[in-house]
């Protein structure tokens, strides 16, 4: 039979984890695994702009009929304005296409560079996000590593990245975390980024950038800023970016690739190319998500509401990662967590570590001990703080 080949496959960890989280009894039990942000309730709520938008919408819509590849087209503009500054002088050279959120862009860009280039390389943080690999390298891309984190000064490996970057080639792409990094929390410096750019000036590799995070680290334009400064000085540049957090639209499927083209021929030229292998995947992307995002970015009063709630949630993980810190003091120094940025970090446990705070204390985090910050509130602190002092 066809499909007795398979064996099964293992559970997904992060997925896996969740689920034992679900099925845990413990009163006290806290989730930091999977990365959605969460309120001081422990939920995941609609965005009160995002249900005013769906009420008109409701309202308002009036056909279902397809949309086309690209998806929606008002949505493109006004995300691409969103990333690259609504005065970009590079929106001319920048085509966008909607996509089923950032992980349809990442795997669209992938199928992009491979139909440009077969042989190409895109190199990767060390750590990057685990579906990374799988977005990019079934596509057929070729995946190498740069350093990055260095779990020592929980900072950045800067020199080690640094001189590896100094040697990718011409034609191959390397991909950097716009903000916020996953799963790391560190982030590069406005210096980083400049000299990245001038990398890829000399050497003549190709910048892509996951933005999944903007709003979450310092601010919408703020968290920008690698992605403007790489458009304003280098050629060409894909951004992959998804609405699942800053519109915590998750489950909707609503994001962007764009690609910015040498001149405005090039990037009409390639966003061809990227309709096409849209229609071969998926055809078209949903349209609920980005109608709403439309909505909310296309009117002032609605599209000032969801910046003051992208501030609440943003404000809300940056005093966690202050109160986590001051809560394990008597444990050690945490200090590095308010420096660094967006939902998670890694703690420095060890996997026994991680393991006992799960079995014997009901506290859930992913093996390597990245936490998801906003799991946490007033209620769980003091809890988790002392669970972790128990096991260091
Ligand atoms: C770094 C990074 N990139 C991309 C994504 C894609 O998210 P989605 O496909 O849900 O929009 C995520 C989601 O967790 C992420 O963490």
Redesign the pocket.
Known sequence: MLFDVFQPLPADPILGLSLAYQQDTNPHKVDLGV?VYKDEAGRTPVLESVSIAQLRLHEAEETKSYQGPAGNVQFNALLQALIFGADSPQQARIRTLQTP????A?RVAAELIVKASPDATIWVSDPT?ANHIPLLGSAGLQIRTYPYYDPDTKGLKRDEMMATLAQVPAGDLVLL?GCCH?PCGADLSHDDWQQIADMANRQGFTPFV?L?YQGFGDGLDEDAYGVRLLAAQVPEMLVAS?C?KNFAL?RERT?AIAVMGANETQAQNTFTHLQSIARGIYSMPPAHGASLVEMILSDSALRQQWQLEVQGMRERIHSLRHQLADALRPYGDFDFIPQQRGMFSFLGLSEAQVQRLQQEFSVYMVGSSRVNLAGINAANLPYLAESIGKVL
């Not at 959120?101 to 349809?104: A, R």
């Open positions: 990365g959120g950032g992980c349809g990442l996000w975390h996953n996951d999944a998804s699942s998750y994001g």
